[in-house]
């Protein structure tokens, strides 16, 4: 068998169309969580099958997206946009933790947009707790937010740093991912503590709005999920795919949340097995 390719990766982790002049491959989309980056996505984009255009978008409030944090409803609609830019009708929408709540709120908004859903270790039902209330709450959701953004990523450079010299070598995607995620948090165009705030604050109000209608939700849709991930339970994504008409779950089991940076090659093949059941955009 001939090697995959692996496709071009750019800071938005996109790929070209292969197939440009004969049809249109599938087009994928891929949302990052609460913080990370396009970048979160690399690997996993290089195991993607070559037939598949794949776009790991910054979102609003990250890296180098110019609009501001939002919520679910307001993430999904700057996507959208996005994919009009690029003159993209429909595309099989992949959100990993909070990209899952915006990925729902996409298929909520516009179906006929939205040729599949992939949700990893995703936001759903029952997945609130008495901490995220906390980092919500008016006055102390700021003070938490300001407090963790203060410190937190410089402890975790820090960290880092000295991982790297006591190894002597680059750490790999897979290493030390929750202290790279915090570390390598970024915006351009504004303050990570109010992304922080405004996107904990969507999860604990805005989540509600959307549950209602994830019974019509009626893209097919794939649940990738951790029975042992330490923040979300496994109640959610096994409501998840109770809730959605065409939804199916698939467990990955490695003990982690962080599963597209943490277990590429499983969160790959398990993509790349969902897409080979729908029929490609032409």
Do not use: K
Not at 12 to 31: N, T
């Amino acid at each position: 068998m001939g090697r995959r390719a692996r496709g071009r990766v750019t800071c938005l982790v996109q790929r070209e169309d292969p197939y440009p002049r004969v049809m249109r491959a599938q087009h994928v989309v891929l949302l990052h969580g609460q913080p990370g980056s396009g970048r979160d996505w690399a690997t996993v984009v290089a195991r993607l099958d070559p037939a598949v255009v794949a776009s790991a978008l910054d979102r609003p409030g990250y890296g180098t997206n110019p609009l501001p944090p939002g919520d679910f409803v307001a993430n999904a609609r700057a996507m959208l946009a996005e994919l009009d830019a690029r003159g993209v009708a429909r595309a099989v929408v992949i959100g990993h933790s909070f990209g899952g709540g915006i990925a729902l709120a996409a298929a909520q908004l516009a179906p006929e947009r939205i040729e599949g859903l992939v949700l990893i270790s995703s936001v759903g039902p029952g997945c609130i707790d008495g901490w995220d209330r906390l980092l919500a709450a008016p006055v102390a959701g700021e003070i938490c937010a300001l407090a963790a953004w203060w410190l937190t990523p410089a402890f975790a450079r820090a960290r880092l740093a000295r991982v790297v010299r006591l190894r002597d070598r680059p750490l790999d995607h897979d290493e030390q991912v929750n202290w790279q995620v915090w570390g390598e948090a970024r915006h351009q165009h504004g303050a990570m503590w109010r992304t922080f705030l405004a996107e904990q604050r969507a999860l604990v109000r805005s989540f509600r709005e959307l549950e209602p209608g994830l019974g019509d939700i009626s893209a097919a849709t794939l649940v990738l999920a951790d029975p042992a991930d330490p923040l979300i339970p496994p109640a959610t994504p096994r409501a998840l795919a109770e809730v959605l008409p065409n939804g199916r779950l698939q467990w990955i089991e490695i003990g982690a949340h962080h599963l597209p940076r943490r277990a590429p090659e499983a969160v790959a093949a398990a993509i790349n097995d969902f897409l080979s059941t729908l029929e490609p955009s032409r």
